[in-house]
Antibody, heavy 124, light 109 residues
Framework: EVQLVESGGGLVQPGGSLRLSCAAS????????MNWVRQAPGKGLEWVSY????????YYADSVKGRFTISRDNAKNSLYLQMNSLRAEDTAVYYC?????????????????WGKGTTVTVSS | SYELTQPPSVSVSPGQTARITCSGD??????AYWYQQKPGQAPVLVIY???ERPSGIPERFSGSSSGTTVTLTISGVQAEDEADYYC????????????FGGGTKLTVL
């Protein structure tokens, strides 16, 4: 069964740090690009960060650039998100998601497998 | 920054057809995708590349595209279809591939 399981969420004070992990199983993790997507309480989905299958290409949303770092360990089938200088507005459920991308008539990029999410609360 | 616009809510009675729209200037040149999210659950992909349906998604879910608007259609709506639905697409250059619409709450009356 294809599965993504996030962990590492919790309560942290403003300015603090947290490292999220995402364990992948049931598919060849090293062949897939991956995303982190978050959802603040009562709000919509917000893309956070992308990493290519090899880890050589990385993108961040402007809202987290310079504070968050995405990485992966293909030998361990794991995706990570290091979150530093956390703010109240980073409070959200964080999902890891598998990316399916390619080109036919147009480029396509979508997320076909999602984890259940891990909750990050930034509060004093 | 690029934006996708969805109606905040849509309501239908069981058995009727629900249509949820998503508008964006780049949609004539980019694919759109739709995700269903039920309360307390992770999003689930229900439509990809405008109109393709992943395996396991019921046939009552379909997608279409016309100009700057894409539409998710749910035919013969069932109570279990009550959820939030999000469209996702990219800006015209593809620089920002993971732009989400604000979401539409589908209520089954």
């Amino acid at each position: 069964e294809v599965q993504l399981v996030e962990s590492g969420g919790g309560l942290v004070q403003p300015g603090g740090s947290l490292r999220l992990s995402c364990a992948a199983s049931g598919f060849t993790f090293s062949s897939y690009e991956m995303n982190w997507v978050r959802q603040a309480p009562g709000k919509g989905l917000e893309w956070v960060s992308y990493i290519s299958s090899s880890g050589s290409t990385i993108y961040y949303a402007d809202s987290v650039k310079g504070r968050f770092t995405i990485s992966r360990d293909n030998a361990k089938n794991s995706l990570y998100l290091q979150m530093n200088s956390l703010r109240a507005e980073d409070t959200a459920v964080y999902y890891c998601a598998r990316v399916n991308s390619g080109y036919d008539s147009y480029y396509y990029y979508y997320m076909d497998v999602w984890g259940k999410g891990t909750t990050v609360t930034v509060s004093s | 920054s690029y934006e996708l616009t969805q109606p905040p809510s849509v309501s239908v009675s069981p058995g009727q057809t629900a249509r949820i729209t998503c508008s964006g200037d780049a949609l004539p040149k980019q694919y759109a995708y739709w995700y269903q999210q039920k309360p307390g659950q992770a999003p689930v992909l229900v439509i990809y590349k405008d109109s393709e349906r992943p395996s396991g998604i019921p046939e009552r879910f379909s997608g279409s595209s016309s100009g700057t608007t894409v539409t998710l259609t749910i035919s013969g709506v069932q109570a279990e279809d009550e959820a939030d639905y999000y469209c996702q697409s990219a800006d015209s250059s593809g620089t920002y591939p993971w732009v989400f619409g604000g979401g539409t709450k589908l209520t089954v009356l």
